[in-house]
């Protein structure tokens, strides 16, 4: 398509866009819910530019506005509806696809209609992944050792400044990589490049396209992302090995000697029809690494930052480790006993693991969704979270700015010691590790689509966590000083050239 062509197009589309947003502004359900910022027609088209910068402090006003109810916030081209308090938060997550969509809320990062409508993957990542977690912990393990080596190349003892967030995504692409489908692949640089460069772009090019107004977006976006360009090199890399293992399902049935233990094997369980063909299972790989390439490696880089800021939560953490290691050694059990690894995590995602908003939604029944407050957000709106707030919120944690690595590891410390004291032993299973969902904690999401791939995720992250306080010293590289988040819109992500001294254990 010619530039000019573009340009009319593009005029046409404002033009729908518009009257569309006006339709919007007009509706009746929206108008019985507050908007906080501006709510003048054009007025509210600059808060939505603002919100770009802003959204931090707008989300947090309407929280404080509004901590139990609903309230909207201007966007570019439509109005998010923005849920606060512990009650609407369970009611969102727990509201059925077909009336709340994730699919549909997530428009812009989903790779296409088949992920969308046939999510077998997701299944395949909750059961299969999860269960064979224990039996594959010695690879990850093993991986974990080999990509700390390789990529920190540490000499003697000197002190070396480590940039955290490509460190921690080469890292965790390679560890994510010997789960899901083994070595040598989950060594080449080639394949991982294409899996980082895959998902950094889905995420930068979906915040492109959300710049223009939805009508245009098909048209713009294959300009915008280069999404099918790494699709095509990974199925380079990934067709032969899923044409043999197809193969030899087709020649030896689904349980062949020999067969490996890994995402494949997972996906082929429950693939079935146009499902069972080279590119469809690469499509799920790429979604899979996708999913937990961006989060996990932000979460350690959240995880180390926070540990350069706070040096007197290592020697501490050290020394359980160092214990437990000895009781048990390196399995995934022991990673249970870990309680102090377990809660900084915690205590790092809670304090700087979610944008002001999260769990976006979009409502798809057509006479909107009705919350128990009598509030309705009407058909094709957007509806989210305010996580952010709630973790900030002092009803729900003592002193909330602080961070407090140890806050949860003493709280299971205290109701261990409560159980141990109670004659019947109340054996009430303590809810507040790394991977459990809360209303009040929701960097995994809660409800129907929470973080399905949360076991393997903390699985990594604390192995990966204990294996740097057992063999580095960390510092800062200015002490107390935390690099400042990235702010864009609703997303926060650690600072992408923070960095964090490492030298050999001494
Ligand atoms: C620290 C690491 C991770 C974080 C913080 C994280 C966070 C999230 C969040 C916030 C959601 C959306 C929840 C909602 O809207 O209710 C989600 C969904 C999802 N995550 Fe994760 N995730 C992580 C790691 C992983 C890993 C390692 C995998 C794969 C092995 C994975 C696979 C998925 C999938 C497939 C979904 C979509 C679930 C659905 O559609 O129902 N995630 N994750």
Redesign the pocket.
């Known amino acids: 398509m010619d530039g000019t062509k573009l340009l009319i197009l593009g005029g046409l589309a404002l033009v729908v866009a518009v009257s569309l947003r006006k339709a919007l502004h007009d509706n009746k359900l929206a108008t019985a819910i507050p908007v906080v910022g501006s709510s003048g027609f054009f007025s509210s088209y600059w808060d939505g530019y603002k919100y770009l910068a802003h959204a931090t402090e707008l989300i947090q006003a309407g929280y404080d506005q509004y901590p139990n109810g609903i309230f909207r916030v201007a966007q570019l081209f439509h109005w998010d509806y923005i849920v606060c308090g512990n009650k609407l938060v369970g009611e969102l997550?727990n509201a059925p696809e077909s009336v709340l969509s994730?699919s549909e809320g997530v428009e812009e990062l989903t790779m296409g209609r088949a992920i969308a409508t046939n999510?077998y993957h997701?299944h395949a990542?909750r059961t299969s992944?999860t269960r064979n977690l224990h039996r594959c912990f010695p690879d990850v393990r093993d991986e974990i050792v080999c990509a700390f080596d390789d990529i920190l190349q540490l000499q003697g003892s000197e002190w070396k400044a480590v940039t955290v967030l490509p460190t921690s995504m080469a890292i965790v692409a390679r560890v994510?990589n010997r789960l899901f489908l083994g070595l040598p692949l989950c060594r080449d640089k080639a394949y991982l490049q294409n899996n980082i460069k895959f998902t950094l772009d889905v995420f930068q090019s979906a915040r492109r396209i959300n710049l223009w107004p939805p009508s245009m977006r098909p048209f713009v976006a294959p300009f915008i992302s280069s999404k099918d360009r790494s699709f095509d090199a990974a199925l380079k890399f990934l067709g032969p090995l899923l044409e043999e293992r197809l193969a030899k399902e087709n020649e030896l049935g689904p349980d062949w000697p020999g067969k490996p233990n890994d995402l494949i094997s997972w996906l082929l369980e429950i693939a079935e029809g146009d499902e069972r063909t080279a590119p469809a299972l690469t499509l799920r790989l790429l979604s899979?690494n996708m999913?937990?390439i961006h989060?996990?490696s932000m979460?350690f880089t959240n995880a180390l930052l926070d540990l350069a800021a706070h040096p007197e939560f290592l020697l501490p953490m050290r020394e359980e480790v160092e214990r437990v290691l000895r009781e048990e050694g390196w399995t995934k059990a022991a990673l249970n006993s870990m309680a102090k690894i377990d809660s900084f995590f915690r205590e790092s995602q809670r304090l700087n693991?979610t944008g002001p908003v999260?769990?976006m939604r979009r409502v798809i029944a057509k006479e909107g969704f009705q919350f128990s407050n009598g509030a309705v957000v009407p058909y094709g709106a957007f509806v989210a979270v305010a996580s952010r707030p709630a973790h900030y919120d002092s009803a729900n944690y003592d002193n909330p700015a602080v961070f407090d690595g140890f806050r949860f590891s003493r709280e299971r410390e205290a109701q261990k010691m409560d159980v141990d004291s109670t004659k019947e032993g109340d054996l009430q299973p303590f809810k507040r590790h790394m991977i459990s969902t809360a209303v009040d904690h929701l960097?995994?999401?809660?409800?129907k689509?929470?973080?399905?791939?949360?076991f393997?995720?903390a699985t990594e992250?604390k192995a990966m966590l204990a294996h740097t306080v057992m063999n580095y010293d960390i510092k800062a590289e200015v002490e107390g000083v935390r690099p400042p988040n990235k702010v864009y819109g609703s997303v926060i992500t650690p600072n992408a050239t923070g960095k964090v001294l490492f030298r050999k254990r001494q």
């Open positions: 997550g994730f999510a997701i990542i992944l994510s899979t999913a937990a989060t996990s979460a693991g999260g769990m960097p995994f999401g809660n409800g689509h929470a973080c399905p791939g949360r393997f995720a992250l």
